[in-house]
């Protein structure tokens, strides 16, 4: 044990710690704590006045069928995309596992993508499968499928889910990278030996083992289904057609910004604040059991 | 119930390294083979080919009468032990048992009576409830037993299998696994760095040196005759001292006044002169053989044996003492060694007979 270091000054760690303090209280603590005061206000129409409500924001949130509608949206959002991220990532990883020659090379152009801003991520793919001008949604439709994202929903959601998707596989490729070298190539040669094929080796050996890995990805890629997608939303639908692909972030920003119901949109804020701290407090819990073993 | 059979093995990685050079072992049934060497010298290739583990680039692999080259790890019906036991940690000793048992789509009532009968045979039916993380180093050396027993396999291959294990568990392991090897009867191949194991275990002992083969015999034959000053020196500890000219600083040649100097004649050819530290006697001799002045530099005693580190004119030499040596460093006493006793190796470190 070496000696702790002490300081004779009373003030001094407060000042070193005092830079990260401001930080946390100026963009968490404040804005966390404005909304949830925000959430009890209710404006006059024209925005000149406010009033307590009390919870009335939160019961009234609660039971709008618009936002029930915007909660499963939200789930079949993120949990497509996750799912979808994750299963096309470890795919890729295995594969990439096997490659001996250019490793190197393969593993650095799968990374790329996590470098396009969520935005241009979906004017890439608002582009390449616009009904109009897409490349893609020429080549669907000569195939003889229907395809007009605006203005069908499922298309719609389907557009966003993968163009989510296809720019968090690029960060889950990494995870999985690492986690298949964590894996020690004699355990699959054990495998080999014992009678498991290739695809058996798999499922019995190398998934069990990459849980700890998945585990994180996935309340990785669910927090950023649920909130890091903005960008992608916008781009791509805008929330549309018909409130098809209006995730709970997105309705926060369109009722709030757009139809200026700052008192609901602040609810719905807290929410999703309830929300994101459950996500972590399973993710600490779970990971902290389960990434033991090995 | 196997025999195994290497005729011209080579492999060369990545198209330049050659890790073994052109190797023909032909193992008996039911006999022990070892393949002893220095790290680096090609074994564990050698022995993961058999496993079908790595592609034979040159050559055939016989298994019980059937080449195998083409055949894949699981249908060559051989079990390994790999150093690092490579268990499953996500599985119970039970499950890593029956695992190879399941996937060959066995009945479950006879995977159980096999499991249960290989974990008592191994001391392990305690522990079949319990994760490898949660097993002693030699707990889990035994687990990769089983799960080679189990399976009842024609050939056992051994990886280093007690590089692990500290130096008493691995003395205790090592006689288990004869004791095993032999009771069950099944051919197998076990590798390893280090010669005492390599010595104990041995039907037939392959010394092995820079992907090939230095010497095939059993291990006494080759204690006693080794082929080469490569071999003189791997097996045997402390090693042979092997005596050449110029003090064997440079490796030249023995001259005639190095001869003189220690009292000794040679067969023609002979550059190096071979003896063993347990063979140098102290005293004054009458008959033929080596016969020198020993000035002690250092003593080291270890209980059952001491070892004198001296120099005979230029020459480094050890000389093992049984018992307590009442010699100090800087004592001058006369050794000789028998004429038989010695071993001569020619320029390219062969041996030669005379
Ligand atoms: N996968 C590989 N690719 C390239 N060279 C290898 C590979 N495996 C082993 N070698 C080389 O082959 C030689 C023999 O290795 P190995 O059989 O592991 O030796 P040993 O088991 O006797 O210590 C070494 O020089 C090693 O560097
Ligand atoms: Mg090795």
Redesign the pocket.
């Known amino acids: 044990m070496s000696p702790r270091v002490t300081f004779p000054n009373k003030f001094l760690p407060y000042l070193l710690v005092a830079p990260q303090l401001a930080i946390t209280l100026v963009f968490f603590y404040w804005p966390a704590s404005q909304a949830i005061y925000q959430s009890t206000l209710r404006e006059d129409p024209f925005g000149l006045d406010s009033a307590f409500v009390g919870l009335d924001n939160f019961r009234r949130v609660l039971s709008d069928p618009n936002y029930l509608n915007s909660i499963q949206v939200t789930v079949i959002f993120s949990v497509a995309t996750a799912v979808l991220a994750m299963a096309v990532a470890m795919f890729l990883a295995v594969m990439a596992d096997k490659v001996i020659r250019g490793k190197g090379f393969y593993r650095t152009l799968m990374i790329w993508p996590y470098a396009v801003a969520p935005a241009i991520a979906g004017m890439l793919w608002l582009f390449m499968f616009n009904p109009s001008m897409g490349t893609f949604a020429y080549m669907l439709r000569s195939a003889g499928i229907y395809w007009d994202p605006l203005l069908n929903g499922p298309q719609a959601m389907l557009l966003v889910i993968v163009a989510a998707a296809w720019k968090q596989i690029s960060y889950n490729f990494l995870f999985f990278v690492a986690g298949l070298q964590a894996i020690p190539k004699t355990l699959v040669e054990a495998a080999a030996i014992d009678g498991a094929g290739e695809t058996k080796r798999f499922w019995t050996i190398i998934f069990p083992l990459l849980a700890p890995t998945t585990f994180f990805l996935l309340v990785i890629n669910t927090t950023y289904a649920f909130f890091d997608t903005f960008g992608i939303i916008h781009a791509v639908t805008g929330g549309g057609p018909g409130k098809a692909t209006e995730t709970l972030v997105y309705k926060v920003y369109n009722d709030g910004f757009v139809n200026l119901i700052l008192g609901e949109s602040a609810a719905q804020s807290v929410i999703l604040m309830v929300i994101v701290i459950a996500l972590t407090a399973v993710q600490f819990r779970y990971v902290e059991k389960k990434v033991h073993y090995g | 119930m196997a025999t195994v059979e290497l005729k011209g093995v080579r492999k060369v ?2 198209g330049s ?1 050659e ?2 050079k052109g190797v023909d072992i032909s193992i008996a049934d039911k006999a022990m083979c070892v393949l002893v ?10 022995l ?1 080919m058999i496993a079908g583990l790595e592609s034979i680039t040159h050559g055939t692999i016989d298994i019980d009468g059937r080449v195998v080259n083409e055949v894949g790890p699981a249908e060559r019906d051989i079990a390994m032990v790999f150093q690092n036991y490579a268990l499953y940690p996500h599985m119970k000793v039970y499950d890593n048992m029956a695992y190879g048992l399941r996937n060959r789509g066995m009945k479950k009532d006879e995977i159980d009576a096999r499991v249960k009968r290989a974990a008592e045979t191994l001391e392990l039916s305690a522990l079949l409830d319990r994760r490898p993380r949660e097993l002693s180093g030699g707990q889990r050396q035994r687990v990769a037993m089983g799960r080679a027993i189990v399976r009842n396999p024609k050939v056992f291959l051994f ?1 280093e299998p007690l590089s692990n294990l500290d130096a008493k568990l691995r003395g205790q392991m090592r006689v288990e696994i004869k004791n095993l090897q032999r009771s069950l009867e099944v051919t197998s191949v076990y ?1 390893t ?1 280090d010669q005492l194991e390599a010595m104990t275990l041995a039907d037939q002992l392959v010394v ?1 040196n820079g ?1 090939l083969v230095e010497q095939v015999g059993k291990p006494l034959d080759i204690y006693e005759k080794p082929a080469s000053t490569f071999v003189a020196s791997f097996i045997g500890a402390p090693p042979m001292n092997l005596l050449g000219g110029n003090g064997g600083k440079t490796g030249a040649p023995l001259t005639v006044a190095d001869l003189s100097d220690l009292g000794v004649s040679v067969p023609p050819g002979t550059t190096t002169l071979g003896i063993r530290p347990e063979d140098i006697e102290q005293g004054d001799y009458a008959g033929e053989g080596l016969k020198t002045q020993l000035t002690v530099e250092a003593v080291e005693p270890v209980g059952a044996e001491s070892f004198l580190h001296g120099k005979a004119g230029t020459h480094r030499l050890v000389v093992r003492v049984p018992g307590r040596s009442i010699a100090e460093p800087g004592a001058v006493l006369p050794i000789f060694a028998p004429r038989a006793k010695l071993h001569f190796f020619d320029a390219n470190g062969k041996r030669v007979e005379g």
């Open positions: 990685y990545g390294v890790a073994v060497g220095p790290s680096g010298c090609g074994k564990s290739t050698l993961r990886d590798v760095h092995m992907g």
